[in-house]
């Protein structure tokens, strides 16, 4: 089972697994995640749309729209209208957006946005926040969310005091060189990715609230404080 396979098989199970999904709308939101499995930035950009209160957005290309109708929250599709209340859509589209991310493998290098870490003291005087993917699937389940990537600065392997930086896809400005993938890493991030998100019910830290994201950055900071 090849990664695209992987996926789309998540993506079924969960819609099998979920009650505010009837069966009759599993084809169309199959059909959905079929076109959009291989890039999900429309998605995303309906996942913005939400979060922005807006009303309406078209991918002409596939003839897929978002649209916002009331309380209604509705995904359209070849004359098929995908209805949900606001928070079973929020719940779908970022478990759809999770699900369908191709997880990069251990010792991935990337380039991560400096604009997304100008707080972070430790990378004051660095211009290029390079990375190597050395953790993943890290988080507190707990609270409902996970980060998806951790990983050490290149070619250092530290960062200040702090052992790893934790992040999420939509940080990744850009991939250097992807690590090694194989069958067994398709399995392992399959088995992952079905336990957080499918039984779990958990989602990565890129929709998490601030106060939950800041939540978790104390958590982990106090435990680099404890173990010195």
């Given amino acids: 089972m090849n990664s695209r396979e992987y996926r789309l098989n998540l993506w079924k199970e969960f819609m099998e ?5 009837p069966e009759r709308l599993y084809e169309a939101m199959g059909m959905i995640a079929g076109i959009y499995v291989d890039d999900t930035s429309f998605l995303f950009k309906v996942y913005e749309a939400f979060m922005e209160h807006e009303r309406f957005l078209e991918d002409e ?3 897929v729209i978002y649209e916002r109708d009331g309380g209604d929250y509705i995904l ?3 004359g098929k209208e995908c ?4 928070a079973e859509f929020k719940k779908m589209l970022v478990s759809m957006l999770d699900l369908l991310e191709d997880t ?5 290098v990337v380039d991560l946005r400096r604009d997304a870490y100008k707080d972070v003291v430790e990378l004051d005087d660095v211009e290029e926040i390079r990375m190597v993917v050395t953790y ?8 409902g969310y996970y980060f998806p990537y951790a990983g050490v600065v290149y070619p250092t392997g530290m960062l200040g005091q702090a052992e790893v930086l934790y992040f999420t896809r939509p940080l990744v400005e850009n991939i250097v060189r992807e690590g090694y993938r194989d069958e067994k890493e398709n399995a392992y991030v399959y088995l992952m990715k079905r336990e957080m998100i499918i039984e779990k019910g958990a989602n990565t830290y890129g929709y998490a609230t601030p106060e939950e994201i800041a939540s978790f950055n104390q958590q982990v900071k106090g435990e680099h404080l404890d173990g010195g």
């Fill in 17 to 21: 697994q979920t009650e505010y999904i």
């Fill in 61 to 63: 290309e596939n003839e």
């Fill in 76 to 78: 359209k599709f070849e």
């Fill in 83 to 86: 209805v949900f209340d606001k």
């Fill in 104 to 108: 990069l493998p251990l010792g991935t």
């Fill in 136 to 143: 993943r699937f890290l988080g507190d389940i707990e609270q």
